[in-house]
């Protein structure tokens, strides 16, 4: 067996757990895959394409770890009950869910049909809905779980040109929410990450020249949010270490929404803003 791919966690954090992440076969869910299989978790792939899970799978055995690709469609109650009698099968147990399928097209809100609106929220709030009640109904209400859902920063922000999936975003949050406070007798927990800008494939098929990239990055860190930096707050949440956590909307946004009412760097003098040596005030 090839050697384990060093964890940022403990290598045995998610060790005899079982996750199942939909939209794995690429950019923030096979990040979080591929991080919680070096955590020692055994992965359910989920997603529409079976050749990217398939890869994502490779990814996770080539390091050492498990992994099982279950192909289907979030909007599609059929197949997620197809999917959950294979893990069952084949695990015999499911853990942790992580709702991070996604997606959506951008267009301004005069030009969204009734028909386009519905679809983006099927995909983005009902799909979720459906995953989460299986995940409950097959395994969950008896033995307790952990649920990510992956949503946008738009719950603090407006985002023009996503009228829609800002609507299902903001849903799933308020569904994480009751359901957390439901479900918190049967040991199951729900949490939100909300990702700001992440540079994943998906970003490249808007039709932003990647000249204007740069302009994309509004993080005040200075660069823009990576695969990585929400795969990490997913596991906290999902794995023991977010044990004491249910209902929270977590923004992993590099300070994007930190809107300022006023910049004074831009005002007054930048020149008082430099960067120093000394960060407490003092004069130099
Ligand atoms: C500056 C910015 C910073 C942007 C940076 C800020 C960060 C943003 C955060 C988000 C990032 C991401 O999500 S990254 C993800 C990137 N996105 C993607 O990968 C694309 C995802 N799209 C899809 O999966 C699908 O198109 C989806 C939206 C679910 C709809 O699929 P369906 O099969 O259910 O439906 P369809 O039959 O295709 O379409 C149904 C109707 O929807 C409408 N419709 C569908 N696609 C359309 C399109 N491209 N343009 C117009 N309208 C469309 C039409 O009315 C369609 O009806 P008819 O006219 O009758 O056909
Ligand atoms: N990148 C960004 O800046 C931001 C992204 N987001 C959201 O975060 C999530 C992950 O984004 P990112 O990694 O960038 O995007 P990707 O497009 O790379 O990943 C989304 C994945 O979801 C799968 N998927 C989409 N719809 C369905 C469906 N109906 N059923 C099953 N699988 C589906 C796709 O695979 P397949 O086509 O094979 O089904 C795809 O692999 C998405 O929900 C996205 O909207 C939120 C804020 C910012």
């Known amino acids: 067996m090839s050697e384990k791919k060093t964890s940022r966690y403990a290598p045995d954090l998610m060790a005899g757990q079982v996750a199942l992440v939909t939209g794995s076969g690429s950019g923030m ?5 591929l991080e919680m299989a070096s955590c020692g ?4 792939l989920f997603a529409r394409r079976e ?7 490779e990814m996770i055995r080539a390091a050492g770890g498990e992994a099982f690709v279950v192909p289907g469609d979030t909007r599609d109650e059929d197949s997620i009950e197809t999917a959950m009698g294979r893990i ?3 695990y015999g147990q499911l853990d942790v869910l992580v709702n991070n399928a ?10 969204i049909t009734n028909k386009g609106f519905e679809a983006v929220i099927r995909n983005n709030l009902i799909g979720s809905w459906q995953m989460t009640r299986a995940a409950a109904d097959h395994f969950m209400y008896e033995n307790g779980g952990s649920v990510v859902f992956v949503t946008a920063i738009s719950g603090r922000t407006a985002l023009t040109g996503f009228t829609h999936t800002v609507a299902a975003r903001a849903g799933v949050t308020g ?16 949490n939100c990450v909300a990702p700001g800008t992440i540079k994943t494939e998906a970003l490249g098929r808007y039709p932003i020249p990647p000249e204007r990239w740069k302009q994309l990055n509004r993080s005040v860190l200075n660069r823009m949010g990576m695969a990585e930096d929400i795969a990490g707050t997913i596991i906290f949440l999902a794995s023991d270490l977010g044990n004491f956590i249910t209902g929270e ?11 300022m009412g006023h910049d ?19 004069d130099e």
């Open 175 to 190: 569904m994480m929410k009751t359901l957390a406070a439901e479900w918190g007798e049967y040991g199951i927990r729900l």
């Open 102 to 111: 996604g997606g959506q097209y951008i267009a301004a809100a005069r030009d």
């Open 51 to 57: 050749e990217p899970l398939e890869e994502t799978a």
């Open 41 to 44: 978790a055994r992965l359910a």
């Open 88 to 90: 069952k099968e084949h």
């Open 249 to 259: 909307d977590i923004y992993v946004d590099g300070g994007e929404t930190l809107h």
């Open 264 to 282: 004074a760097r831009d005002m007054i003098n930048p020149d008082m803003f430099d960067k120093r040596e000394r960060g407490d005030g003092k």
């Open 29 to 33: 869910g096979r990040a979080t895959a």
